[in-house]
């Protein structure tokens, strides 16, 4: 049956009900988050004035799943269960004896994953009695998401983008705005973080610890308003293990189990939320696949930066996060991917990392792209940018079981799709992207400001 299925589907009666944390299954839980001012674990009164408790609940607990609301699950079902592919095409282009699936999250009304955890948040917010969202987006899919939700629930929206996103992606800021939401360029003049930035540079490029400064800093000022994150923290993770959960039936319902699970990863919330049920399940001893993060080879977190408390944003107003980190005062290359230009990766990513538990590999975006003009042309989807880096890691695989005669089966998450994106398909198909050379030297000064936490905090 899985030599002729492409398309493998489930039916709303098998959408999953709860959500997967992985935490309890470690051998080892990850470090908490520490107060800058007392180098103290924070507590829920820390968090308060950013998140509702019961997203704050879910960032700290110790139970394996977390029911998902009805009225979640109501809103799931515009789009989910996802569809999850055999890359038949792909495969036979390649000439490989490997199987390749992708799970396509590019369904959504966002045309992302984000949409996973964006209702579940804007859900929680209003139940809360919040009044208004603030956030940051990259490459405009976590903001687009969010946007949407809060439609949803009532809630008004405040994005700021990325400002390289913003001047390349400007049909992203429009469909953030079809949705109801006002969307900023950062740096801007809307806040002192931005202002302090924009000082010193006015047309500066931004980055997201940048733009989660300014979102942060007015969701602080604001009894009414809350703040929303679109990756790194567990409760963002954790509201993502719907797409794992389903690959696992999908797969399942097939008989296959995968050998190789690549994902992309900037914060982690698309690569978390694919892995984690596959982790649990490979650390039950029921299956045993190699799973990879892959990042971008300018700004790689995980392959290149620290291990580290460091701040996740750049204005140092959040708790300190032990992370894999490339320095809160990183500022990215402005390259196509802008969802995976941020200074670190998810504390619970980094330290399942730390583990052992998962691998870690750069690639530069112009071998991206290559892969993804390939993908399109034989499997029909223009990807988004940020899983260009996943199908090209997934095509290198595929080409060494062409060369071992492996019969491997590999896994992927299809984050979203590139309708929004062509401006970087047309970059590269003019020969104008280019693969930026990161300096160690360059590294080095975004590690220097690291903050002073003792050994054993």
């Known amino acids: 049956m899985a030599e002729l299925q492409h398309k493998i589907l489930l039916d709303e009666s098998q959408l999953p009900t709860q959500w997967y944390n ?3 299954d470690l051998p080892s839980p990850p470090p908490p988050p520490l107060h800058p001012g007392t180098l103290q674990p924070v507590g829920p009164d820390d968090l308060a004035p950013l998140f509702p408790m019961d997203l704050i609940a879910q960032e700290v607990t110790t139970e394996r799943f977390v029911d998902i609301p009805g009225e979640v ?4 079902k515009l789009w989910r269960p996802s569809p999850l592919y055999r890359a038949h095409r792909l ?3 390649l000439g490989t004896p490997a199987r390749i699936y992708y799970k396509y999250e590019g369904v959504s009304p966002a045309g992302s994953h984000k949409p996973n955890t964006a209702v579940p948040q804007a859900y929680y917010n209003a139940k809360a009695g919040v009044r208004k969202l603030t956030t940051e987006t990259g490459a405009g899919q976590w903001g687009t998401a969010l946007a949407f939700a809060s439609a949803l ?7 700021w983008m990325v400002g390289a996103s913003y001047d390349q992606k400007p049909y992203r800021r429009t469909m953030m705005e079809v949705f109801g939401a006002t969307v900023h360029r950062s740096p801007s003049d809307l806040t002192e973080a931005g202002r302090a930035i ?3 540079n006015p047309e500066h490029t931004g980055s997201l610890g940048i733009a989660i400064s300014e979102a942060v800093e007015v969701a602080a000022g604001d009894p009414e308003i809350r703040y929303a994150l679109g990756s790194v923290l567990n409760h963002v993770l954790l509201h993502q293990t719907i797409i794992g959960e389903e690959a696992l039936l999908q797969l399942a319902s097939v008989g296959e189990a995968p050998d190789v699970i690549v994902g992309c990863t900037g914060g982690g919330s698309n690569f978390g939320g694919l892995t984690f049920p596959f982790l649990r399940e490979k650390l039950a001893g029921r299956m045993s696949p190699t799973i990879r993060a892959v990042e971008p080879a300018s700004c790689p977190s995980l392959t290149r930066g620290v291990y580290a408390y460091d701040f996740g944003d750049t204005a140092g107003m959040t708790p300190l996060m032990k992370m894999h980190t490339l320095g809160h005062g990183f500022i990215p290359d402005p390259i196509h991917a802008g969802g995976l230009r941020y200074h670190g990766m998810s504390p619970l990513l980094s330290h ?4 052992g538990l998962i691998e870690a590999l750069a690639l530069p975006q112009t071998e991206c792209f290559g892969a993804a003009i390939q993908f399109a042309r034989t499997e029909g989807i223009v990807p988004a940018p940020e899983p260009t880096h996943a199908i090209a890691a997934c095509i290198r695989e595929a080409q060494a079981c062409t060369e071992s005669g492996e019969e491997k089966v590999i896994l992927t998450a299809l984050c979203g799709h590139g309708h929004l994106d062509l401006a970087a398909y047309d970059a590269y198909l003019a020969g104008r992207m280019v693969d930026e050379d ?7 000064a975004g590690l220097a400001d690291l903050p002073r936490v003792p050994a054993g905090a």
């Open 153 to 159: 629930f009532g809630l008004e929206c405040e994005i």
């Open 198 to 200: 924009r000082a010193g």
């Open 22 to 24: 992985v935490v309890p």
């Open 91 to 93: 495969e036979k282009a």
């Open 352 to 355: 399942i990392y730390e583990l």
């Open 438 to 444: 990161v300096t160690d030297e360059r590294f080095a």
């Open 73 to 76: 699950l109501d809103v799931y």
